[in-house]
T-cell receptor, first 113, second 117 residues
């Protein structure tokens, strides 16, 4: 079993819709959770970064972590064609020193104009 | 802030040659840098963790003699793919974490696409 599971999609939604992207994880020691956006042939770009359970909002993006169910979500409101990309969730035990990130497989998202 | 660059962005080489990829943190000092490989439509796979001034730590299954990593300064790490073969063709991405004792996350470079003919 992978430590971080993510539906690879692809996921297509019309412009303006709310997008829900999800991951599950199995390692109870994970404390930090990130969402990265990766455009084709580019490196990942950090979108959201949360510690432990709870919600975090940044503009049209909301990250949600439920440690009791080991569930990570990213919501995109008022989706735009420019949001079309691959979204990667990642988790780590500690964001200190050499601690590595464990990534999900990524979900390919297309926003249809 | 937190900009990471990679050079070159794209390289094509013949089988058997060696290729060096540079990763630089432009506006912060990075004690720790990470090297990833990403095959088409797959996620990032960590290859090794590099600390300034010490030997890199390689993930299981990654040949340390084939993928040479040097982290000579707090802003530069290099990955050399030695005796490259077509199966080494991939997208190589580095990331950097700011400073010692930092709880900040990793920031990624734009990636280097390696094609081995």
């Amino acid at each position: 079993q992978k430590e971080v599971e993510q539906d690879p999609g692809p996921l297509s939604v019309p412009e303006g819709a709310i997008v829900s992207l999800n991951c599950t994880y199995s390692n109870s020691a994970f404390q930090y959770f990130m969402w990265y956006r990766q455009y084709s042939r580019k490196g990942p770009e950090l979108l959201m970064y949360t510690y432990s359970s709870g919600n975090k909002e940044d503009g049209r993006f909301t990250a949600q972590v439920d440690k009791s169910s080991k569930y990570i979500s990213l919501f995109i409101r008022d989706s735009q064609p420019s949001d079309s990309a691959t979204y990667l969730c990642a988790s780590t035990r500690s964001n200190f020193g050499n601690e590595k990130l464990t990534f999900g497989t990524g979900t390919r998202l297309t926003i249809i104009p | 802030g937190a900009v990471v660059s990679q050079h070159p962005s794209r390289v094509i080489c013949k089988s058997g040659t060696s290729v060096k990829i540079e990763c630089r943190s432009l506006d912060f000092q990075a004690t720790t840098m990470f090297w990833y490989r990403q095959f088409p439509k797959q996620s990032l796979m960590l290859m090794a963790t590099s600390n300034e001034g010490s030997k890199a730590t390689y993930e299981q299954g990654v040949e340390k003699d084939k993928f040479l990593i040097n982290h000579a300064s707090l802003t530069l790490s290099t990955l050399t793919v030695t005796s490259a073969h077509p199966e080494d063709s991939s997208f190589y991405i580095c990331s950097a974490r700011p400073g010692t004792g930092s709880t900040d996350t990793q920031y990624f470079g734009p990636g280097t696409r390696l094609t081995v003919l």
